[in-house]
């Protein structure tokens, strides 16, 4: 999975530390969501 993020954020030119924020914050974001939180 490690190699993979880094592969997917090498491709955007972004570091993968940042590209991995990024997914934690749009999939909790997705999960308050569903349970009513936001």
Known sequence: MEKRLKHVAA???VPYQTLLKQFVAERL???EKWLGVV
């Open 29 to 31: 974001y997705e999960e």
């Open 11 to 13: 491709l955007k030119k």
